[in-house]
């Protein structure tokens, strides 16, 4: 149970960044006993993984904050988000330190698409937020915003992996600011559009 829980929490974190969550898992794997990967999951804490792993984050935390080009990333992100929210939930779903459910380790795949479309769901609203939050705001709220993804993504993360219970009030907060923040900003965009027009 904690550890679909897990999984559901990291994933929805991959939705906003790709790489804090699994960043997270693989450092967590490779140097303590908080997660303990099953083999067909163990390269994610193998030093290769990692050194891509933060390479891309620190690419990742320089784009998403650039106007326009936060837009291109998030183009990017729609096949890399979902993918790595589905490979993380299926790793940690069918960790042995997490849980002792030898159903998710047999059928990690239903961790990988679950994964997959939680991270899918979280990274579209983020992504259809973005261009109205760069036009309402002359391009100024993208580091903002982007800063404020990538804090929730690894609260979250460490939410999923230290307090796996809270997983739901988590997604359900998540849900409710993505959905409130991207209305804003629509209306935000249609009425200085209309403005615009007016003039």
Same mark, same amino acid.
């Given at each position: 149970?904690?550890?679909?829980? $897990? #999984?559901? #929490?990291?994933?929805?974190?991959?939705?906003? !960044?790709?790489? +804090?969550?699994?960043?997270?898992?693989?450092?967590?794997? =490779?140097?303590?006993?908080?997660? $303990?990967?099953? #083999?067909?999951? %163990?390269? +994610?804490?193998?030093?290769?993984?990692?050194?891509?792993?933060?390479?891309?984050?620190?690419?990742?935390?320089?784009?998403?904050?650039?106007?326009?080009?936060?837009?291109? !990333?998030?183009?990017?992100?729609? /096949? +890399?988000?979902?993918?790595?929210?589905?490979?993380?939930?299926?790793?940690? %779903?069918?960790?042995?330190?997490?849980?002792?459910?030898?159903?998710?380790?047999?059928?990690?795949?239903?961790?990988?698409?679950? #994964?997959?479309? +939680?991270?899918?769901?979280?990274? /579209?609203?983020?992504?259809?937020? =973005?261009?109205?939050? !760069?036009?309402?705001?002359?391009?100024?709220?993208?580091?903002?915003?982007?800063?404020?993804?990538?804090?929730?993504?690894?609260?979250?993360?460490?939410?999923?992996?230290?307090?796996?219970?809270?997983?739901? /009030?988590?997604?359900?907060?998540?849900?409710?600011?993505?959905?409130?923040?991207?209305?804003?900003?629509?209306?935000?965009? =249609?009425?200085?559009?209309?403005?615009?027009?007016? $003039?």
């Amino acid at each position: 149970m904690f550890a679909v829980l $897990t #999984g559901a #929490g990291l994933s929805a974190a991959a939705g906003l !960044n790709a790489y +804090i969550p699994f960043l997270m898992v693989g450092l967590l794997a =490779r140097f303590t006993d908080v997660i $303990t990967l099953p #083999g067909g999951w %163990q390269w +994610i804490e193998s030093w290769w993984a990692i050194g891509i792993g933060v390479v891309l984050l620190i690419s990742e935390l320089v784009l998403d904050k650039i106007p326009v080009v936060d837009s291109i !990333n998030d183009l990017a992100g729609t /096949v +890399i988000r979902p993918a790595s929210g589905g490979i993380i939930a299926a790793a940690t %779903q069918s960790a042995s330190s997490l849980d002792h459910s030898s159903f998710m380790r047999d059928h990690s795949w239903i961790g990988l698409v679950g #994964g997959i479309v +939680i991270a899918g769901v979280v990274h /579209v609203g983020k992504s259809s937020a =973005r261009p109205a939050i !760069n036009l309402g705001t002359a391009g100024f709220g993208a580091p903002i915003v982007s800063t404020a993804e990538d804090v929730s993504s690894l609260g979250l993360s460490l939410i999923a992996v230290f307090v796996p219970i809270l997983v739901i /009030v988590a997604l359900i907060v998540l849900g409710w600011i993505l959905w409130k923040y991207a209305r804003r900003m629509r209306r935000f965009a =249609r009425r200085r559009r209309d403005a615009e027009h007016a $003039t």
